[in-house]
């Protein structure tokens, strides 16, 4: 009895030690797990200068013009619209083409459908200088009914300065095509609007010089503190030298050394690869019913519960005719019908850890459609649910 009591204490006192074991394990990996994750979380994606920012006075800068566009096929602006003739009748004066202010063939008199007038817009990137060539869009700004074959006359393109930049001229080439007969009519996309790649050249060069720049400075495309102060010390690093600066949440300053290569070194500042925290967001468009939702987004737990009730009111016109050999006379009355449909309440819960995968899901088990789903996130927002900016297009 005394061995047999000996060996049963032996067997429990192993048995403990064995579970402490197997817990100090479980606990080392749970933590080993949460240390992984957290740095998971902590590092973001890592993602160029050159891709997340800009440099301060290396810009677009956006030309307009107006113009005509010739050769429709009857398309174009009708008589009511005005200025299109006048401009005709400008470019005809400059090339030593009178026309007649009275008679038949007057101004007034124009029927001329094969033309339209346009507005023409491009960008002119950097550093442009006469000569190179830049793509414009064509709109048309009458009441044209397509610019399907149309050729746009040299039209000059202006800056914010009031100075001519470029000159277009060239076919147009649209996305859509609209085709009519017998009265019926076919539209495709816009044929009011076109493009003409190259169509744009540059006559003056906007001044900039890279040697007159004392600073570099670098400009995120989204405000924030972490990632300006992650982006300051990857440039410090790339440089081998403290030569940033972090002005605010979106500008970090660099300063070149003397007689320093500009070109060479915003080539090594564009180059570096920076840690980028974004923001978690979620992108909406009430016209289209498009929502868009960042793999950052947070969830909290919440419980949804969505319905709906439809009412349809339906009129519909009856003729009352009256007996035969009566005095009464026919009547049309009007018969209304009201249906009220009121649809089972859908619950959602979600509970913590939840991700957008779990809501999407959820949201498509119930049926709910896109506006629905606008209405679901907007509620969840002002509960405090969705830890994301909330943007409505």
Same mark, same amino acid.
């Given at each position: 009895?005394?061995?047999?009591?000996?060996?049963?204490?032996?067997?429990?006192?192993?048995?403990?030690?064995?579970?402490?074991?197997?817990?100090?394990?479980?606990?080392?990996?749970?933590?080993?797990?949460?240390?992984?994750?957290?740095?998971?979380e902590?590092?973001?994606?890592?993602?160029?200068?050159?891709?997340?920012?800009?440099?301060?006075?290396?810009?677009?800068?956006?030309?307009?013009?107006?113009?005509?566009?010739?050769?429709?096929?009857?398309?174009?602006?009708?008589?009511?619209?005005?200025?299109?003739?006048?401009?005709?009748?400008?470019?005809?004066?400059?090339?030593?083409?009178?026309?007649?202010?009275?008679?038949?063939?007057?101004?007034?008199?124009?029927?001329?459908?094969?033309?339209?007038?346009?507005?023409?817009?491009?960008?002119?990137?950097?550093?442009s200088?006469?000569?190179?060539?830049?793509?414009?869009t064509?709109?048309?700004?009458?009441?044209?009914?397509?610019?399907?074959?149309g050729?746009?006359?040299?039209?000059?393109?202006?800056?914010?300065?009031?100075?001519?930049? &470029?000159?277009?001229?060239?076919?147009?080439?649209?996305?859509?095509?609209?085709?009519?007969?017998?009265?019926?009519?076919k539209?495709?996309n816009?044929?009011?609007?076109?493009?003409?790649?190259?169509? &744009?050249?540059?006559?003056?060069?906007?001044?900039?010089?890279?040697?007159?720049?004392?600073?570099?400075?670098?400009?995120?495309?989204?405000?924030?503190?972490h990632t300006?102060?992650?982006?300051?010390?990857?440039?410090?690093?790339?440089?081998?030298?403290?030569?940033?600066?972090?002005?605010?949440s979106?500008?970090?300053?660099?300063?070149?050394?003397?007689?320093?290569?500009?070109?060479?070194?915003l080539?090594?500042?564009?180059?570096?690869?920076?840690?980028?925290?974004?923001?978690?967001?979620?992108?909406?468009?009430?016209?289209?019913?498009?929502?868009?939702?960042?793999?950052?987004?947070?969830?909290?737990?919440?419980?949804?519960l969505?319905?709906?009730?439809?009412?349809?009111?339906?009129?519909?016109?009856?003729?009352?005719?009256?007996n035969?050999?009566?005095?009464?006379?026919?009547?049309v009355?009007?018969?209304?019908?009201v249906?009220?449909?009121?649809?089972?309440?859908?619950?959602?819960?979600?509970?913590?850890?939840?991700?957008?995968?779990?809501?999407?899901?959820?949201?498509?088990?119930?049926?709910?459609? &896109?506006?629905?789903?606008?209405?679901?996130?907007?509620?969840?927002?002002?509960?405090?649910?969705?830890? &994301?900016?909330?943007?409505?297009?």
């Amino acid at each position: 009895m005394r061995v047999a009591s000996r060996r049963t204490a032996e067997y429990e006192g192993g048995a403990s030690f064995s579970w402490w074991v197997a817990l100090a394990v479980a606990l080392l990996f749970a933590s080993m797990l949460f240390g992984v994750q957290a740095h998971s979380e902590a590092a973001g994606h890592l993602a160029r200068i050159k891709d997340i920012a800009t440099i301060e006075g290396i810009r677009d800068n956006q030309l307009v013009g107006y113009g005509l566009v010739v050769g429709l096929r009857g398309t174009g602006d009708s008589s009511q619209t005005v200025f299109p003739a006048q401009t005709l009748i400008s470019v005809l004066e400059r090339m030593g083409i009178t026309v007649p202010q009275t008679g038949a063939n007057s101004a007034s008199n124009m029927q001329v459908k094969n033309m339209a007038a346009v507005f023409v817009v491009a960008t002119l990137p950097p550093f442009s200088r006469p000569g190179y060539k830049v793509d414009i869009t064509v709109s048309s700004a009458g009441d044209a009914r397509s610019l399907e074959g149309g050729i746009l006359l040299m039209t000059p393109l202006y800056g914010p300065d009031g100075q001519i930049y &470029a000159q277009a001229q060239g076919s147009l080439v649209l996305g859509g095509y609209m085709a009519t007969g017998g009265g019926n009519t076919k539209l495709l996309n816009h044929p009011t609007t076109g493009r003409v790649p190259g169509g &744009a050249l540059v006559e003056r060069a906007v001044p900039f010089e890279l040697k007159q720049m004392r600073v570099i400075s670098v400009v995120l495309n989204d405000a924030d503190f972490h990632t300006a102060e992650r982006m300051g010390a990857s440039i410090d690093k790339t440089l081998g030298a403290k030569r940033s600066r972090v002005i605010d949440s979106r500008r970090v300053e660099v300063t070149p050394m003397p007689d320093e290569e500009m070109a060479s070194l915003l080539d090594k500042v564009e180059g570096v690869e920076v840690d980028v925290f974004p923001r978690a967001r979620v992108v909406v468009n009430e016209r289209t019913g498009t929502v868009v939702i960042g793999g950052t987004v947070r969830l909290q737990p919440v419980s949804i519960l969505h319905g709906g009730l439809s009412v349809n009111v339906i009129s519909v016109n009856e003729v009352s005719q009256p007996n035969p050999g009566s005095t009464g006379t026919t009547q049309v009355v009007q018969q209304t019908t009201v249906q009220a449909t009121d649809k089972p309440v859908n619950r959602i819960d979600l509970k913590e850890g939840a991700t957008v995968e779990d809501l999407v899901q959820e949201l498509q088990r119930t049926g709910a459609g &896109a506006r629905d789903v606008i209405s679901i996130l907007q509620a969840m927002k002002e509960a405090g649910a969705l830890e &994301a900016d909330l943007e409505v297009l």
